[in-house]
């Protein structure tokens, strides 16, 4: 259990990273604080936003 533990760090610290600079690119583009609010929120989840966008490219529209 300790080796798959293991090998699950990396894309937790990938998870991480994106968080800090999603949440830094949501929020400095924040003009009011509850769009900071939101943008926050917005960074808790861009994987759903990063996905979308790929499938969309993908399927071409």
């Not at 583009?29 to 609010?37: N, R, S, Y």
């Not at 939101?38 to 990063?50: D, R």
């Amino acid at each position: 259990m300790a080796k798959h533990a293991q090998q699950n760090a990396a894309s937790g610290a990938v998870y991480g990273l994106g968080l800090i600079g999603a949440a830094i690119y949501f929020i400095s583009h924040a003009t009011t604080f509850w769009l900071g609010v939101l943008g926050f929120l917005k960074a808790i989840v861009w994987p759903v936003f990063l996905v979308y966008q790929a499938f969309g490219k993908l399927a071409g529209g």
